[in-house]
């Protein structure tokens, strides 16, 4: 069999360590679907593209290896453009591939098309069309790089219809696969930030999102330990600091001032480690823009007037921090804040797990949720109300166990994304948590789960509405409208695609369901029924907490 341009795309595929291919076959790229049967790669058929590109997302996030989505031309293309954009906000490595129409009618006005380049060069890091088979092997290894160097992101390749089944050289290969090493800090940096530390009263660290990319956790224990500075992380963060370390502060990025809020306005030093604006306003820790910021991150930091960087660290986040923690020659006590903060949220955790009203209250969910799954266990919270009382109090202990898109905050990723959350971590059990509205935006997938194998469990909070805009309406505008919808019976409806359906009927029922489902070795999926009049509730108690 002659080779072709498609075979050759699965060979710098498999050249690039990819295990898994996640999307939807289109009479245009039938010779890429097809080779991709002699080769070691599975493709995952998916039953809409977005949720190829949500499963792509979550298995470059878990991995650090760009998730590979596949599409044909046109609105298959399209379709896929939610998830590209998720993954390039929350700094995910994505390669998305589509077919495009044949360079002999690009030119001019045809069937099914529309220029796909121009409408992924704003949601990438780069977007471009392969113009001839012989350019494969250098544009794919460029999609990877260029997908995979911090700051990570989304990619988009169109391959033409002519190009994808025109022959190529015999002697056409991938390239060699080159990694990026890690950096050490400028010494200079790393001095005047240990100058900037030397003066501090209350400093306090701030660890996002690529501190867990950057597999820096036991890097920043160690920093904390032996300075003694507490430590926050935001929603994306999670993890990457133990919330059960005598230094934890919790997660940051609630809508409004919560109980970590306390003790960055005492904080008078900053120090970001591997933050992004994007996972949240810097306004909610500096309003008045009077804190000293140590940036340390691979990449400089954003322009935000309310995040002056004082001293930017770039470099290995680890080794980074090492050198910091050596060159800063003094220990700091940590204030009775911390202590304030931490026995906060100790309460309103266990205050949850007293709830036995029906409906159940969200903390009650949370609570039995972390009784349910093991430490390193993987569960995704969908955006929206489930979302907050998630990244708020669902106690986390190890980095992309908890998972929130907190970039672009797409709803619907959660189900397809704990599908590939199982498959790049078979031996752990992975629970997507979400809203039944934003269950129904992909919940198709669950064939996808049954077909393929793949056992997920799949927690509803059900209220029949969207909660999240809910709120927000009755905090600014004092009444809601437009909210409320009708829902299926969803029990029957995980049924009907052969998974498990499972109804809470009171309080004491959802751990034990939990557990059952967990334990199943196929597709679970349980409706839990919520009362968010809690919602209003917790804003109103934190606006008097602390005030105290």
Same mark, same amino acid.
């Given at each position: 069999m002659s080779s072709t341009a498609a075979r050759l795309l699965v060979r710098a595929l498999e050249a690039e360590g990819v295990k898994y291919v996640f999307g939807i076959p289109g009479e245009e790229n039938i010779h890429f679907v097809d080779a991709l049967n002699d080769s070691s790669i599975r493709y995952v058929l998916v039953r809409h593209e977005q949720g190829a590109a949500f499963m792509a997302e979550m298995y470059g996030r878990l991995t650090g290896k760009a998730g590979?989505?596949?599409?044909?031309?046109?609105?298959?293309?399209?379709?896929?453009?939610l998830g590209v954009a998720d993954a390039t906000t929350n700094s995910t490595p994505v390669v998305a591939i589509s077919a495009q129409?044949?360079?002999?009618?690009?030119?001019?006005?045809?069937?099914?098309?529309?220029?796909?380049?121009?409408?992924?060069?704003?949601?990438?890091?780069?977007?471009?069309?392969?113009?001839?088979?012989?350019?494969?092997?250098e544009m794919l290894r460029k999609a990877f790089k260029i997908a995979q160097t911090e700051r990570p992101g989304a990619v988009y390749l169109a391959i033409p219809e002519d190009v994808e089944k025109a022959p190529v050289p015999d002697d056409a290969r991938p390239l060699p696969v080159n990694v990026v090493r890690p950096v050490d800090p400028s010494a200079a940096q790393i001095a005047r930030a240990a100058d900037l530390l030397a003066t501090a009263r209350r400093p306090i660290v701030l660890a996002g999102h690529g501190a867990a990319r950057a597999g820096a956790r036991d890097a920043l224990v160690r920093f904390s330990e032996h300075l003694g500075i507490p430590v926050a992380t935001t929603f994306n963060g999670k993890g990457v600091f133990p919330d059960d370390h005598r230094h934890a502060l919790g997660a940051f990025g609630f809508m409004r001032h919560d109980h970590?809020?306390?003790?960055?306005?005492?904080?008078?030093?900053?120090?970001?480690?591997?933050?992004?604006?994007?996972?949240?306003?810097?306004?909610?820790?500096?309003?008045?823009?009077?804190?000293?910021?140590?940036?340390?991150?691979?990449?400089?930091?954003?322009?935000?007037?309310?995040?002056?960087?004082?001293?930017?660290?770039?470099?290995?986040?680890?080794?980074?921090?090492?050198?910091?923690?050596?060159?800063?020659?003094?220990?700091?006590?940590?204030?009775?804040?911390?202590?304030?903060?931490?026995? &906060? =949220?100790? /309460?309103?955790? %266990?205050? +949850?797990q007293g709830e036995d009203g029906f409906p !159940?209250?969200?903390? @009650?969910?949370?609570?039995?949720?972390r009784q349910a799954m093991e430490r390193d266990d993987i569960v995704l919270a969908d955006t929206g109300a489930v979302k907050m009382w998630m990244s708020r109090m669902y106690p986390t202990y190890e980095p992309n166990t908890m998972l929130v898109s907190n970039g672009l905050s797409s709803m619907g990723f959660a189900v397809p994304g704990a599908i590939a959350a199982k498959l790049a971590f078979p031996s752990r059990r992975v629970l997507?948590?979400?809203?039944?509205?934003?269950?129904?935006?992909?919940?198709?997938?669950?064939?996808?789960?049954?077909?393929?194998?793949?056992?997920?469990?799949? &927690? =509803?909070? /059900?209220?029949? %509405?969207? +909660?999240?805009?809910?709120?927000?309406?009755? !905090?600014?505008?004092? @009444?809601s409208s437009s909210i409320a919808f009708g829902n299926p019976d969803f029990v029957k409806y995980a049924e009907s695609f052969g998974a498990r359906g499972h109804r809470v009927r009171a309080a004491e029922e959802l751990l034990p369901t939990l557990r059952e489902a967990l334990a199943y070795e196929g597709v679970s999926v349980i409706t839990v029924p919520v009362d968010y009049s809690a919602n209003l509730a917790l804003t109103e108690t934190l606006s008097h907490v602390l005030e105290s």
């Open positions: 590979v989505a596949s599409a044909t031309l046109g609105p298959g293309a399209i379709n896929l453009q129409v044949g360079l002999d009618r690009i030119y001019k006005e045809s069937h099914q098309i529309v220029d796909l380049v121009s409408l992924f060069r704003p949601i990438t890091k780069w977007a471009e069309l392969v113009p001839t088979a012989a350019a494969v092997p970590v809020n306390v003790a960055f306005d005492e904080a008078d030093v900053l120090i970001s480690v591997g933050y992004e604006l994007q996972e949240f306003d810097p306004v909610k820790i500096n309003p008045d823009r009077s804190k000293k910021i140590v940036h340390i991150h691979q990449f400089p930091a954003e322009v935000d007037e309310h995040y002056p960087v004082a001293v930017g660290v770039q470099g290995d986040l680890s080794r980074s921090l090492h050198a910091l923690g050596e060159a800063v020659h003094r220990r700091f006590t940590l204030s009775p804040t911390v202590e304030k903060v931490r026995t &906060l =949220i100790r /309460e309103e955790f %266990a205050q +949850g !159940l209250t969200p903390r @009650r969910v949370v609570a039995d949720i997507a948590a979400t809203g039944d509205g934003a269950f129904l935006m992909n919940s198709q997938e669950l064939e996808t789960a049954v077909r393929e194998r793949i056992p997920i469990t799949v &927690l =509803i909070w /059900e209220d029949g %509405a969207y +909660g999240l805009i809910d709120w927000k309406m009755g !905090l600014e505008l004092g @009444r």
